[in-house]
């Protein structure tokens, strides 16, 4: 797999929320990190996501906003 994002963290799926449209997947990527993302059940079921399966989570985002508390 070759992607043009550089962000790309392979992991382990943990758990999957599954909804009615949508599903919340949480992927453990290592060292207590853990990446958790909203994708629709359709991608869910066609790219048969399950828990103990190995995924990647790619990250591409073209802003990111940066805050700190007051």
Do not use: C, P
């Amino acid at each position: 797999m070759k992607l043009s994002a550089r962000n790309q963290f392979k992991g382990t799926i943990t758990n999957i929320e599954k909804g009615a449209v949508n599903g919340i997947v949480s992927i453990d990527i290592g060292d207590g990190h853990e990446i958790v993302s909203t994708i629709s059940m359709d991608s869910i079921n066609g790219l048969g996501l399950e828990v103990g399966k190995e995924a990647y989570a790619v990250i591409k985002a073209t802003s990111v906003i940066v805050g700190i508390d007051d």
